[in-house]
């Protein structure tokens, strides 16, 4: 079972300018807790995400000796990419590919079919630099701008990045409209299809339905959870107000309830959600 922990989904969005130090603190304390990988940051224009303008002073301030958790940044352009790939401590670029070209146009000022060569760039810079690139489905079960969305639309776009040899894709529910029909139908489908590929679940939800979206993607095998402390987040280029993402303490009750075990340092959890709480203060 992995763990991604968002702290870059929290925080982009947040209404009061974090500062730098805040963010370190934060994801120093979250390094200590275990989890597999720290979505942590992101090298996208700070017109359009202003709260993450700082990413590269805080990767260079964080002590990584003590940690086990691997690290990975969101880029939105090749230039981004560029740019991340020349951090030693970072593991993985995670890029948004969505199956709704308003929102790829939203997120990225690109098509859908501009991203899909976006993706090939970055893919090959990931290799040449001993990176892997995390491709994260946006929109990928429906969207609220009434393009055009099917199961068969997401697994057509599927099909062109497993044959790019992406080897993480994660379906992101981006605005909290999946259920758990259509959730079980991808990753029944996909997970047996493309036995190279390790699919996620980035599920931004409310409190009353997550455990039914994660129940349907684990019953379908799917062991790649992202989430954030608290439940807090979610995409601010997708709606005005945020969705609000998988609350990380929901998905470790999840994981309790079945037996599942993690290897989480549950003090330095504690300690982390002390932290949040002052983080995510008005
Ligand atoms: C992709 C762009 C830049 C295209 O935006 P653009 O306007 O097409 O870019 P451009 O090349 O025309 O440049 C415009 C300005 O941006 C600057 N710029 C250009 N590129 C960069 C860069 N890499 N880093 C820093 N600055 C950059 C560039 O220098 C210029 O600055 P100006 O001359 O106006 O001062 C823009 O649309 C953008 O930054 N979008 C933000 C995307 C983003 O961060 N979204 C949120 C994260 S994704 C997410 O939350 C979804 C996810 C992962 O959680 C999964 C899910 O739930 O779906």
């Not at 970072?90 to 690109?110: A, C, D, H």
């Not at 810079?125 to 929109?139: A, D, P, Q, R, T």
Request: proline residues 5%; charged residues 20%; hydrophobic residues 40%.
């Amino acid at each position: 079972m992995k763990l991604i922990e968002c702290p870059r989904d929290a925080m982009q969005g947040w209404h009061r300018m974090i500062s730098t130090e805040e963010k370190v603190n934060y994801l120093q304390a979250l390094l200590k807790v275990g989890f597999d990988t720290l979505d942590f940051g992101s090298f996208v224009s700070p017109k359009a995400i202003p709260q993450m303008a700082d990413t590269r002073e805080v990767l260079s301030r964080l002590d990584l000796s003590a940690s086990r958790s691997k690290l990975l940044a969101i880029v939105a352009n090749v230039r981004g990419a560029e740019e991340a790939v020349v951090h030693e401590e970072i593991n993985y670029l995670g890029f948004p590919f969505s199956v709704s070209e308003t929102f790829q146009l939203r997120n990225t000022n690109k098509t859908i079919a501009e991203s899909l060569e976006q993706v090939q760039t970055m893919q090959e810079l990931c290799i040449k630099n001993g990176k892997e690139l995390v491709v994260y489905i946006s929109m990928g079960f429906g969207n609220p701008y009434e393009d055009p969305y099917s199961p068969e639309i997401v697994l057509r776009w599927v099909d062109e990045l497993a044959r790019m040899e992406i080897t993480t894709i994660s379906l992101a529910d981006t605005v909290g409209v999946a259920n758990p029909e259509v959730i079980t139908s991808l990753f029944r489908h996909l997970i047996p299809a493309y036995p190279r590929v390790e699919f996620g679940a980035h599920f931004h939800s409310a409190p009353h339905n997550w455990e039914e979206k994660v129940q349907a993607a684990w019953e379908q095998g799917c062991r790649r959870f992202d989430s954030a402390i608290k439940g807090i987040g979610g995409c601010p280029m997708a709606k005005d107000e945020l969705v609000g993402n998988l609350a990380t303490e929901n998905m470790i009750w999840f994981c309790q309830q079945r037996q599942v075990p993690l290897t989480l340092d549950m003090t330095a959890l504690q300690a982390a959600q002390q932290l949040a709480d002052v983080v995510f203060k008005d």
